[in-house]
């Protein structure tokens, strides 16, 4: 689930690459046109961010689903609403969140950062996942991103790396991608 989206973008990824029973809007329950943050989008086409609307629909996935993954938009400090944040609603909501970010200079003051808001906002933070959304080395991924540090900067565990991928409609790679990451922290046996 995808709660709230502006432009296109994932819930049509999603649609594209798996095979779900879910109708776009199950997927996403409120759709913006603009490119740009939910309150500004939103505005622009004279509507408002309708919280409840997208409570729904996650509370009925939740009933009909072993497994939800919910994404966020951007990262916790994204606006939803003029006062809300998805940190805000991800503690508000007690949904177990999993912060991914990416593999680059400045990456351990982001990690400490989003942490620092999780707690703030009593999200149920599980662990952190690195991610490299483009071509990285090892020592660029070691440098930039010491597990050692941020998990002792953060008491957070890190979850794993995941490498630049070229192809992400790869299923058999993103499932073995998936499986080097430790999902056991997450209560998810690896299959």
Same mark, same amino acid.
């Given at each position: 689930?995808?709660?709230?989206?502006?432009?296109?973008?994932? %819930?049509?990824?999603?649609?594209?690459?798996?095979?779900?029973?879910?109708?776009?809007?199950?997927?996403?329950?409120?759709?913006?046109?603009?490119?740009?943050?939910?309150?500004?989008?939103?505005? %622009?086409?004279?509507?408002?961010?309708?919280?409840?609307?997208?409570?729904?629909?996650?509370?009925?996935?939740?009933? %009909? %689903?072993?497994?939800?993954?919910?994404?966020?938009?951007?990262?916790?400090?994204?606006?939803?609403?003029?006062?809300?944040?998805?940190?805000?609603?991800?503690?508000?909501?007690?949904?177990?969140?999993?912060?991914?970010?990416?593999?680059?200079?400045?990456?351990?003051?982001?990690?400490?950062?989003?942490?620092?808001?999780?707690?703030?906002?009593?999200?149920?933070?599980?662990?952190?996942?690195?991610?490299?959304?483009?071509?990285?080395?090892?020592?660029?991924?070691?440098?930039?991103?010491?597990?050692?540090?941020?998990?002792?900067?953060?008491?957070?565990?890190?979850?794993?790396?995941?490498?630049?991928?070229?192809?992400?409609?790869?299923?058999?790679?993103?499932?073995?991608?998936?499986?080097?990451?430790?999902?056991?922290?997450?209560?998810?046996?690896?299959?």
């Amino acid at each position: 689930m995808k709660p709230i989206q502006s432009a296109e973008g994932d %819930r049509e990824w999603y649609q594209k690459l798996f095979s779900l029973d879910q109708s776009p809007e199950e997927i996403t329950p409120l759709y913006f046109q603009a490119p740009l943050a939910p309150p500004l989008a939103a505005a %622009r086409e004279n509507r408002t961010v309708d919280l409840a609307v997208v409570w729904q629909a996650l509370t009925a996935l939740r009933n %009909r %689903r072993d497994f939800l993954l919910v994404e966020a938009l951007g990262g916790l400090g994204s606006p939803v609403t003029e006062e809300l944040t998805v940190a805000h609603l991800a503690g508000t909501w007690c949904l177990p969140t999993v912060l991914v970010v990416p593999v680059k200079l400045g990456a351990i003051s982001q990690a400490v950062a989003n942490v620092a808001l999780a707690r703030q906002t009593q999200v149920p933070l599980l662990g952190i996942i690195l991610n490299c959304v483009q071509p990285r080395t090892d020592a660029e991924i070691a440098d930039w991103t010491p597990v050692d540090l941020i998990q002792s900067l953060t008491n957070i565990p890190v979850l794993g790396c995941l490498p630049y991928l070229d192809n992400l409609a790869d299923l058999d790679k993103l499932a073995k991608v998936a499986s080097d990451l430790d999902l056991e922290r997450l209560g998810i046996a690896p299959n």
